[in-house]
């Protein structure tokens, strides 16, 4: 902790924390409210520190808990420096607590101490009435300066859809040969290099996973689907930074998929007037922004992973805190976690049984594959906040990740977590596909497009089970031939 | 422009150093989103200069003119004696909004308001009688100044102590960035001023206006502006249209024997 000597008030010095950036660079700048000498009010404050909107804790109606919040957003920024100004204003409650949180998020307390008063004296190593028992060291305002520099600007990354030509519409197996008709030489040289890459990728994972079929009946396995979807998602075609790349991973990865006999068929047509674009991975860094906007770190954290697996939450009541990596960069569901039975949806459970979804079974299947969810960089201070916020309420590894904030132990957080993600998603303007209903797959409200219930579909990607020619969406079957009547002589 | 002390007839502004400094710090204020203050005894035409500045803005923001791109949005204030820190949040919500703060609001929520009402349009905000402020008011706008989203200037206006209660709190001193003292008028200067400020003073004996300085004016415009709306009134009764010794006289008595 240090105690920086601003006993002058230096515009310099606000200026210089203004600088400082914030929770994306690891710091937090707590701006105590002017005169209000309680600690609820310093917490909202340190909610606004950590980027939150002011009103956000009233509005989510955790105005009540905004230190244990702000908290856990601190432990998911892994913010490492907490700066709070005009510190000598602070009660010693006050700054007792904002203290201990920085102290628990492992974070360096800077106070600036904009007062000549209580700083130095006989008998006074420091702020006199603050963070009692714990050592601060007084420093000036230059060596503030020095040992805590101004954040570095935020890089601009350019547009890197404007560097792509527009793609033929060929299907793949022809995709690349159009590509070459097609294109200037230059612009060729900038789709084969990634075409053949993530061909020799998909080739590598197709090898490293192993048998995608079942010796029984030659059929596809459902497991195969479920991490084939995973890897898609995370690898080969949801990072991609635009349309126009995912366009060429995708034509590479049917390509290789194609030799092995396995058909991933792509129908554009539903997707809307630009389709490609709607391949990459939902969980953009805007889209990560706007959630961490959120108070609520369960509706932070369930409405991202909904998002990146497009699923609704039926299933992340199975979500273990061990389940959720440390840094929040992969969540891994194992294989043997038995899945969940579902009122009128699962046989044997109660309600009314009428017949498992295809999509249930579906979204079931992407969650519990073989591989982890790997959850992008942008996203994943989302996850650790909310990790952060179940190991302060005391819950171990095997706890649920998603519990029911006024019953963990006894009620499912399902229906909590889907009114939390609709009111998120209400919020930051995010138009989630499971959220409306079968009736309006291809809502008129969005232009058209189509809304699917699992990654695969909502992008116009089915996997066809039986191979090329068995499958009855692929090649439908004939009808049976008849001869004209005027043929076989009966009468007409 | 704005109306003269006692709405006098006539009369025209004295462009005066202090008077043309005044709309320069303002522009300067405006183009750094920076602190000024403007001070000086009552009378001495600190309101005068501010409000004609902040006239000239208004008009060039105007419809119709070729306006700056970036225009501001002046908001001036005026507080009782002692206002508190609520009082204060109240009246800036009041002035931004048009509408009066709700009671119901809280400290925090009040300034999370002002902050994001504050953030937007580049706004002049005028404090008059600034010295009537306290160090928590103070605090209150120092720290809506100093936050990173908010976007505006601010200008402290104040008379008598003025400049002696904002020096006081550390957070303004290194913060004023155009400081405008207002001083009486110099008493050689003031024949030649007064002779453009009112037709009743044209071609009148320089030494009769330094006896007027000498005796009411006392180098205040305040003074000159009372002394010259009884005197345009007595000139009227004698059938005169400038000033003598015989109307100066009449004054004198009118306005208590000339003492101040």
Redesign the interface.
């Known amino acids: 902790m240090y105690v920086v000597d601003n006993a002058g008030d230096d515009l310099a010095a606000v200026r210089h924390i203004n600088a400082c950036g914030g929770p994306a660079d690891g710091r937090a700048v707590l701006r105590p409210t002017p005169g209000a000498r309680d600690v609820d009010t310093l917490g909202w404050d340190l909610l606004v520190a950590v980027a939150k909107p002011p009103h956000g804790a009233r509005r989510e109606h955790v105005s009540g808990l905004s230190w244990e919040y702000g908290q856990s957003w601190l432990a998911g920024f892994a913010v490492s420096h907490m700066i709070i100004d005009r510190a000598h204003l602070l009660t010693r409650d006050q700054a007792g607590k904002a203290a201990a949180a920085a102290a628990r998020a492992g974070a360096t307390l800077w106070l600036l101490w904009g007062t000549a008063t209580g700083l130095r004296g006989p008998g006074c190593g420091g702020p006199p009435h603050l963070v009692a028992g714990q050592p601060a060291q007084v420093i000036s305002l230059w060596e503030f300066y020095q040992r805590l520099p101004a954040a570095p600007p935020p890089a601009t990354e350019p547009d890197q859809e404007d560097d792509w030509p527009p793609l033929p519409a060929a299907d793949f197996p022809t995709f690349l040969a159009a590509c070459r008709r097609y294109l200037p030489r230059d612009q060729f040289a900038q789709v084969a290099p990634l075409y053949y890459d993530t061909a020799e990728a998909a080739d590598a994972w197709l090898e490293t996973y192993g048998a995608p079929r079942d010796p029984r009946d030659g059929q596809l396995t459902a497991a195969f689907e479920g991490a084939l979807a995973g890897w898609l998602r995370d690898s080969a075609i949801g990072p991609a930074p635009c349309g126009p790349a995912a366009l060429v991973r995708l034509r590479a990865v049917q390509a290789a998929l194609f030799i092995r006999a396995i058909v991933l068929s792509w129908q554009p047509g539903p997707l809307g007037p630009d389709p490609a674009s709607r391949l990459p991975g939902n969980l953009t860094p805007q889209l990560a922004g706007a959630l961490a906007t959120t108070v609520r770190t369960d509706a932070a954290a369930a409405t991202a992973l909904s998002a990146h697996l497009n699923h609704g939450p039926a299933f992340f009541g199975t979500l273990q805190i061990g389940d959720v990596a440390p840094d929040g960069s992969a969540i891994r569901v194992p294989a043997s976690r038995g899945r969940p039975d579902r009122r009128g949806i699962t046989p044997g459970a109660d309600g009314p049984y009428d017949q498992m979804p295809e999509a249930d079974e579906r979204t079931w299947r992407e969650m519990a594959a073989a591989e982890p969810i790997r959850i992008p960089a942008c996203a994943r201070a989302l996850f650790t906040a909310h990790l952060a916020y179940r190991h302060a309420s005391g819950a171990t590894g095997t706890d649920p990740y998603f519990a029911h904030p006024r019953d963990p132990a006894g009620k499912p957080a399902t229906q909590n977590l889907r009114g939390a993600i609709r009111a998120t998603a209400q919020r930051i303007g995010l138009d989630l596909p499971w959220m409306h209903g079968d009736s309006c797959q291809y809502g008129a409200d969005i232009g058209l497009t189509r809304r699917g219930h699992s990654w695969l579909s909502e992008r116009g990607l089915r996997l066809a089970r039986t191979g090329p020619g068995q499958d009855p969406i692929l090649t439908p079957p004939r009808g049976k031939p008849c001869r004209p009547r005027w043929i076989t002589g009966e009468p007409p | 422009m704005p109306q003269h002390f006692v709405n006098l007839p006539g009369a025209t502004t004295l462009p005066t150093r202090q008077y043309q400094l005044t709309g320069q710090i303002i522009g300067d204020l405006i183009a750094e989103l920076a602190t000024g203050v403007v001070h000086g005894p009552a009378g001495t035409g600190k309101t005068y200069a501010v409000q004609a500045a902040l006239e000239r803005l208004r008009a060039s923001a105007a419809p119709g003119t070729a306006s700056p791109p970036d225009q501001v949005s002046v908001c001036t204030l005026a507080f009782p004696s002692k206002p508190t820190?609520r009082l204060v949040a109240d009246e800036l919500l009041t002035a931004l909004t048009g509408a009066a703060a709700p009671r119901s609001r809280?400290?925090?929520?009040l300034?999370?308001a002002l902050?994001?009402l504050l953030s937007g349009l580049r706004r002049l905000i005028v404090i008059d009688e600034a010295q009537r402020l306290n160090g928590?008011c103070i605090?209150?706008i120092?720290?809506l100044h100093?936050?990173?989203h908010t976007r505006f200037a601010l200008l402290y206006v104040g008379g008598d102590g003025c400049w002696e209660v904002l020096s006081r709190e550390?957070?303004l001193?290194?913060?004023v960035f155009r400081r405008l003292p207002f001083t009486r008028l110099d008493r050689p200067a003031v024949p030649a001023l007064m002779r453009r400020y009112h037709p009743v003073y044209h071609g009148a004996d320089e030494q009769l206006l330094l006896e007027i300085e000498d005796a009411y004016g006392k180098g205040m415009l305040r003074n000159w502006a009372v002394f010259t709306h009884a005197a345009v009134g007595m000139c009227g009764t004698a059938g005169t249209d400038r000033i003598t010794a015989e109307v100066a006289g009449n004054v004198y008595a009118k306005l208590g024997g000339g003492i101040r």
């Open positions: 820190m809280n400290r925090f929520h300034i999370a902050t994001d928590d605090e209150l120092r720290h100093d936050h990173p550390p957070m001193a290194s913060r």
